[in-house]
């Protein structure tokens, strides 16, 4: 039997934990985001059937190839650890956050030198939009540093 005064008798004054409220948006976030950086990799690989396809060319898609399935594996072991409430969650979801907004500029410099065209060709507005998004996103969820959810939630 639980006394009266024990934190488990009063749901009330309990704090907050567990991947509910709030949580649920960066959730339902993470899973959009494997099949976002997924699709990516998909028409990465759809680039090799491009018909008169140079080395040069070939070798750009290889090093776009690689940076999006990097991407992609920090993603996915980023939502595990969600999933499995670990401790290491916050941490490796601003790594995460980082590598997103730092991507698109690592690939456009060695496709650019390798396809011998200026860096503002690779870096197009749509995907300077979508890196400014994520700077937002990842200002945003700073957040998880300090909240009382994330702190009771996280740690395993």
Same mark, same amino acid.
């Given at each position: /039997?639980?006394? +009266?005064?024990?934190?488990?008798?009063?749901?009330?004054?309990?704090? +907050?934990?567990? #991947?509910?409220?709030?949580?649920? #948006?960066? /959730?339902?976030?993470?899973?959009?985001?494997?099949?976002?950086?997924?699709?990516?990799?998909?028409? $990465?690989?759809?680039?090799?059937?491009?018909?008169? #396809?140079?080395? $040069?060319?070939e070798l750009?898609?290889? %090093?776009?190839?690689?940076?999006?399935?990097? #991407?992609?594996?920090?993603?996915?072991?980023?939502?595990? /650890?969600?999933? =499995?409430?670990? =401790?290491?969650?916050?941490?490796?979801? /601003?790594?995460?956050?980082?590598? &997103?907004?730092?991507? +698109?500029?690592?690939?456009?410099?060695?496709? &650019?030198?390798?396809?011998?065209?200026?860096?503002?060709? %690779?870096?197009?507005?749509?995907?300077?939009a979508?890196?400014?998004?994520?700077?937002?996103?990842?200002?945003?969820?700073?957040?998880?540093? %300090?909240?009382? =959810?994330? =702190?009771?939630?996280? %740690?395993?």
């Amino acid at each position: /039997m639980t006394s +009266p005064n024990s934190p488990s008798s009063s749901s009330a004054t309990a704090e +907050p934990s567990g #991947l509910g409220g709030w949580l649920i #948006l960066m /959730m339902i976030g993470q899973v959009g985001g494997i099949l976002r950086v997924l699709k990516s990799v998909v028409d $990465d690989i759809e680039l090799f059937k491009t018909p008169n #396809l140079t080395s $040069d060319g070939e070798l750009a898609i290889y %090093v776009e190839l690689a940076l999006n399935v990097a #991407l992609l594996a920090l993603v996915v072991v980023t939502t595990v /650890m969600m999933l =499995r409430k670990s =401790r290491s969650f916050p941490s490796l979801w /601003m790594c995460q956050g980082a590598a &997103a907004i730092l991507l +698109p500029f690592v690939d456009a410099a060695p496709v &650019a030198s390798i396809l011998k065209i200026e860096v503002s060709q %690779v870096l197009d507005e749509k995907t300077i939009a979508q890196t400014i998004g994520s700077a937002i996103a990842v200002g945003l969820w700073m957040y998880l540093k %300090v909240s009382v =959810r994330v =702190r009771n939630t996280f %740690v395993n």
